[in-house]
């Protein structure tokens, strides 16, 4: 057993050694883990995007509410709102993709990547905070209407479907990061609120029914509470160091269990370190561990291409699994 523990440590030395360096065999199971879309890669493909999604979408919202206050549209002032909050979330998720490039310290041995997990919780939190005041206000102006100057707002809502669309097609290729998923959405929301409003003006011009601006208001926050539920979920179960969506833990076991030699799999726990960087760390039972090293590299390069599991730290045991106390019936 005391020789099993010290490769375990040797493997640990090594593992951290190679994050920092990118060599040797355990380097490339940190490379194949973070491949296209990789926490790496983020920052320096988005940085740009976010740049110009922030200054757009800032000099846009100054124009809407600008014209949304003369017009007296409250859809397109409900529009403007979300817009901010959206100006706000892309500069929450800009700023935790910079954090999460920061290097690990003795105190916070991950760095600051899951500043990316708190980013897209606090973008979920502030749009249903925003989908509060929206149906607020919606409700207050059914019970006194309002005229409003319908070419205005049409022509105003209808620049920011290009915007927003153009905004959102910037953030396209970063599905795989939960981060930047959260600017594409709301962005991606932004654009079809905003032709809502152009539509709702049009039919208030033709109709002049004027309780279509806040029943088109109350749409608007039906429509983010539905795009932001899932982020939010997503977003929670991250922070509460649940397993990533779309990761099977369970087929995580069967592959472990599969190697050879291998007995049994306990205390296996499985969690992102970031919206696009996942570890774990599992009991491995294999009572002839001659192959000790080979293993172990093996076996993180098999976790890594498989399920892009980069940080993968295993402690090999070779006798009973009763001698190990987390090898319990409650130990996952």
């Not at 100054?62 to 007296?72: D, K, R, T, Y």
């Not at 049994?264 to 919206?275: G, N, R, Y």
């Not at 070779?318 to 987390?326: D, E, F, I, P, V």
Request: charged residues 15%.
């Amino acid at each position: 057993m005391a020789q099993d523990h010290h490769r375990h440590d040797d493997h640990d030395h090594d593992h951290a050694h190679d994050h920092d360096h990118d060599h040797g065999a355990h380097g490339h199971s940190h490379a194949h883990a973070h491949g296209p879309g990789g926490h790496s890669h983020a920052p320096k493909d988005f940085g740009r995007a976010f740049a110009i999604g922030v200054g757009l979408n800032f000099a846009f919202v100054l124009a809407e509410a600008a014209v949304g206050l003369w017009s007296g549209s409250l859809a397109l002032l409900a529009d403007a709102g979300h817009n901010l909050s959206d100006v706000l979330s892309l500069l929450l998720a800009w700023g935790a993709t910079i954090l999460a490039k920061s290097a690990p310290t003795s105190r916070r041995t991950y760095g600051l990547r899951k500043a990316t997990i708190l980013a897209s919780l606090a973008n979920a939190v502030l749009l249903l905070v925003a989908v509060g005041v929206i149906i607020s206000e919606a409700i207050h102006r059914f019970s006194e209407p309002a005229p409003i100057a319908t070419w205005p707002v049409m022509i105003v809502a209808a620049i920011g479907v290009v915007i927003n669309t153009a905004t959102a097609l910037m953030f396209m290729k970063g599905h795989d990061d939960l981060n930047i998923r959260g600017a594409f959405l709301h962005m991606a929301a932004d654009a079809g609120v905003s032709l809502a409003v152009v539509v709702g003006a049009g039919l208030i011009a033709l109709t002049g029914m004027l309780w279509i601006d806040p029943a088109l208001s109350v749409l608007i926050a039906v429509v983010i509470v539905i795009g932001t539920w899932a982020l939010l979920r997503e977003s929670v179960d991250l922070a509460l160091d649940a397993a990533p969506r779309g990761l099977d833990v369970q087929a995580v076991r069967a592959w472990l269990l599969a190697q050879p030699g291998v007995t049994e799999v306990h205390d296996l726990h499985v969690w992102a370190m970031s919206t696009t960087e996942t570890a774990m760390t599992a009991h491995v039972t294999r009572p002839d561990n001659a192959d000790g090293d080979a293993f172990l590299h093996a076996a993180c390069e098999g976790l890594a291409s498989k399920f892009r599991i980069g940080h993968a730290t295993l402690q090999v045991e070779t006798g009973h699994s009763a001698s190990c106390r987390l090898a319990s019936v409650h130990a996952i």
